[in-house]
């Protein structure tokens, strides 16, 4: 990577060259002491003149490059000052204007080192060579020679060098470096892992499904070699207040002269404006931010992209993978009656293993998810718009569409209701030409966008808009969980496009997006963002800042990051001014001599720097931290929640079955969603009223906050002794009374809405505390 060598040794030669010029200043200094001291007043005034010119030489070289780029700055003050006190025989003044300028550069290039030590880490760690293995062969190969399908061997601490699928054993990983999260992930077989990522268990191996330039590691490597190179508005502010602060200082150093005849008063401002506050504490605030934000996941090109973010005021949305997961996922696995749906998802996953289409890599997702283990398919074809088929221990298996001429069977038609209502996809699983079963997919909502977007209209986002090309209905249904202000449906790459350009117009504005169809409407808007850790090359290519973690929360980190750099950029610009100015009136008055006023000044300039580099700590807390035990507890709970979900959907199918015929059979599918509201949902729910909500009592202020939650689980108790009591008096009459069946229909479907969305609350307010990304 020659650029990131260039740009280490750039950074050597400043700094060597930060040191001898501070050195070059200092030692003139100490002299001169040491003369004074020793009664040899001479030669003490020819030390500091010296250290005085010896910062003259460089500051005139910055003035010169300033105006070689039509830019005026507030040097030319600094440079004045330190001639002004060799006009007037100040030379110790000048000495430690000397120090005081290059002490104050010294500082900006430790702290921008400092500042965009993680930009250089995420650029030195990246990998250089892997370990391909062709049989029983491993053998090292330069990244370049990486392909698709290839084998490689993942040695404990290495980092992954490109994008694959695990293949064998549970591989821990440390996913810090791309997602911020400090705790290690373990990824099983056949799940995805990214490049960059640290192996901080055993040996594992993977099959590369990118090459090592279109990985995801290499994306964040390029844009890292970009960020901090651009310079942002806040950073021009010095240029901007030159252009009155450079006239009021000579105005108020030749009134000083004019009305006291002492030139000596005149130098004296000089020195106090000198204006290293202005100069130096803006850039190495933005430039902290850059380095904070990366340190979250988040990877800003340039400073002007994080100014532009700290005051933006509208953001503009992609539905698909940016508020919503962006790829289907099973919602119910819905089985004819008899049918395990659990052999059923096994028997389909074992013909959709083999197939590339997103809903088979869903399906196949959701049985290893669940435990299940996929058998090998014989006879497995493919065919387009149609579906997968293949033998699984000796069965004729068809995943898709419903065989030509078969017809929707009765138990199905609520079930494909359902999807209508839904908008999700249906699967289709036909066993020997019999429809047994249908698997729902569709693109749910991210659990963190509620609060996100809540946490964005906190930091001063004030209107919040949606374009997406799908349907207006499920679309309006997205808005409307979110609260968002508008959202635009049946949308093309051109819509999206006029509608980010209407937007930027009236108001700064951000566009959030993640596929390739998003790339022109992030390049229109005033700050792209693109989430990265799955999105396109193309959207992150035209993005000012790509989010490298699939978490939509993060754009609400860089908002705080982003808001918090520029205020404390613009607050220390103004502070170090304004304490300058008054040091100027006190030094016209001739209260403050040039000697002193140089240590004055020096205090202001170390004092507005140090409070620049507040930048590179932590804010207030954007979100509420939990303890490690409670962090267990979430993750132990949301685990369970993706385990009850789908059986939750047998409450609303046993009352269909019921309000359709109410006979035996509807008898035992009642008794059957009893047990497990007894057996596993109450249990559930009262562990989560002893052992979870306690726990996030001390995060959250109080139990008041999960006071509205332990009502829904009242109500969830309620119910289920009620349907209980129902399901006595029918098994007593050996079958339904019809008086029974309107309040037993209402009582199993309003159980069925009070759980989805206690569910959805509390893995949107509760959940989403866990430091686990994948929650």
Same mark, same amino acid.
């Given at each position: 990577m020659p650029e990131s060598r260039d740009r280490h040794r750039w950074e050597r030669y400043t700094g060597v060259a930060s040191a001898l010029l501070l050195a070059g200043t200092i030692v003139p200094l100490l002299a001169g002491v040491i003369a004074r001291v020793a009664g040899a007043s001479t030669v003490a005034d020819r030390w500091w003149a010296a250290g005085t010119v010896v910062a003259i030489v460089p500051a005139l070289w910055w003035v010169i490059s300033a105006l070689r780029r039509g830019r005026a700055g507030v040097d030319l003050i600094a440079v004045l000052s330190l001639g002004g006190t060799l006009l007037v025989h100040e030379y110790l003044a000048g000495a430690l204007i000397a120090v005081m300028l290059s002490g104050g550069h010294a500082l900006d290039a430790a702290a921008e080192r400092r500042a965009t030590r993680d930009l250089r880490a995420l650029l030195e760690r990246a990998p250089r060579s892997a370990r391909r293995r062709r049989g029983a062969v491993v053998r090292v190969v330069g990244l370049d020679e990486i392909a698709p399908g290839d084998i490689l061997v993942i040695a404990a601490g290495e980092v992954v060098p490109t994008d694959g699928r695990i293949l064998d054993s549970v591989a821990v990983l440390d996913e810090s470096a791309l997602t911020g999260e400090p705790l290690q992930v373990e990824r099983a077989a056949g799940e995805p892992v990214r490049s960059g990522v640290l192996n901080a268990g055993a040996v594992f191996e993977m099959r590369a499904t990118a090459t090592a330039e279109e990985s995801t590691y290499a994306g964040i490597v390029r844009l890292a070699r970009e960020a901090g190179a651009d310079t942002a508005p806040t950073v021009r502010l010095a240029d901007r207040y030159a252009a009155w602060f450079l006239p009021l200082t000579l105005a108020v150093a030749a009134a000083a002269y004019w009305f006291s005849g002492s030139p000596t008063r005149a130098v004296a401002v000089l020195v106090v404006a000198t204006p290293c506050p202005l100069l130096l504490a803006a850039p190495v605030a933005i430039v902290s931010g850059l380095s904070r934000a990366s340190r979250v996941g988040v990877v800003v090109r340039g400073g002007g992209a994080l100014e532009n973010l700290g005051h933006a005021t509208t953001l503009v949305m992609d539905k698909t993978g940016t508020v919503t997961a962006g790829r289907p996922v099973v919602t119910e696995v819905a089985a004819a009656p008899g049918t395990d749906p659990a052999w059923l998802l096994r028997l389909a996953a074992s013909v959709d293993q083999l197939s590339p289409h997103v809903l088979a890599a869903a399906i196949v997702t959701e049985a290893l998810a669940r435990g299940l283990r996929p058998e090998v398919a014989t006879e497995v074809s493919e065919r387009?718009?149609?579906?997968?088929?293949?033998?699984?221990?000796?069965?004729?298996?068809?995943?898709?569409?419903?065989?030509?001429?078969?017809?929707?069977?009765d138990w199905a038609r609520?079930?494909?209701?359902?999807?209508?209502?839904?908008?999700?996809?249906?699967?289709?699983?036909?066993?020997?030409?019999?429809?047994?079963?249908?698997?729902?997919?569709?693109?749910?909502?991210?659990?963190?966008?509620?609060?996100?977007?809540?946490?964005?209209? @906190? &930091?001063?986002?004030?209107? #919040?808009?949606?374009?997406?090309? /799908? !349907?207006?209905?499920? %679309?309006?249904?997205? =808005?409307?969980?979110?609260?968002?202000?508008?959202?635009?449906?049946?949308?093309?790459?051109?819509?999206?496009?006029?509608?980010?350009?209407?937007?930027?117009?009236?108001?700064?504005?951000?566009?959030?997006?993640?596929?390739?169809?998003?790339?022109?409407?992030?390049?229109?808007?005033?700050?792209?963002?693109?989430?990265?850790?799955?999105?396109?090359?193309?959207?992150? @290519? &035209?993005?000012?800042?790509? #989010?490298?973690?699939?978490?939509? /929360? !993060?754009?609400?980190? %860089?908002?705080?990051? =982003?808001?918090?750099?520029?205020?404390?950029?613009?607050?220390?610009?103004?502070?170090?001014?304004g304490l300058s100015l008054l040091a100027m009136v006190v030094a016209a008055a001739g209260w403050l001599p040039p000697a002193a006023g140089a240590l004055l000044q020096e205090a202001i300039d170390v004092a507005v720097i140090l409070n620049a580099l507040r930048a590179l700590r932590s804010g207030p807390a954007s979100g509420r931290a939990v303890p490690v035990d409670t962090d267990e507890l979430l993750r132990h709970f949301a685990a369970e929640h993706d385990t009850l979900r789908d059986t939750l959907a047998t409450l609303r199918a046993v009352a269909d079955r019921i309000a359709e015929r109410p006979d035996a059979e509807a008898l035992k599918a009642l008794e059957a969603a009893y047990r497990f509201l007894v057996e596993d949902l109450l249990p559930h729910e009262r562990a989560e009223e002893t052992k979870l909500y306690p726990a996030l009592a001390g995060p959250l202020g109080g139990s008041e906050a999960t006071a509205t939650m332990s009502r829904a689980h009242a109500e969830i108790q309620r119910l289920t002794t009620r349907i209980g009591t129902h399901l006595e008096l029918a098994r007593a009459r050996d079958g339904f009374d019809p008086d029974q069946i309107d309040d037993l229909l209402a009582c199993l479907y309003g159980l069925h809405a009070v759980l989805r969305l206690h569910f959805l609350q509390e893995e949107e307010n509760y959940f989403v505390l866990a430091a686990d990304e994948r929650l």
């Open positions: 387009a718009g149609h579906g997968v088929s293949g033998v699984v221990d000796g069965r004729r298996v068809q995943v898709g569409k419903l065989p030509d001429g078969a017809t929707v069977p609520p079930v494909m209701n359902r999807a209508r209502l839904d908008s999700a996809a249906i699967a289709w699983v036909t066993v020997d030409d019999d429809p047994l079963g249908a698997v729902l997919l569709r693109d749910p909502l991210r659990r963190h966008a509620p609060r996100t977007l809540r946490r964005l209209r @906190e &930091a001063g986002l004030n209107r #919040l808009v949606m374009l997406t090309g /799908d !349907r207006p209905e499920p %679309a309006r249904e997205v =808005a409307t969980v979110l609260g968002l202000d508008e959202v635009y449906a049946n949308q093309s790459p051109a819509d999206k496009v006029e509608a980010v350009r209407r937007e930027s117009d009236q108001h700064v504005t951000v566009m959030v997006g993640d596929g390739i169809n998003d790339a022109p409407a992030l390049a229109a808007a005033t700050v792209g963002v693109a989430m990265g850790a799955r999105g396109s090359t193309a959207s992150s @290519e &035209a993005a000012d800042i790509v #989010l490298t973690t699939d978490r939509l /929360d !993060r754009l609400a980190d %860089a908002m705080d990051i =982003a808001r918090r750099s520029r205020r404390i950029a613009v607050e220390s610009a103004t502070i170090g001014m």
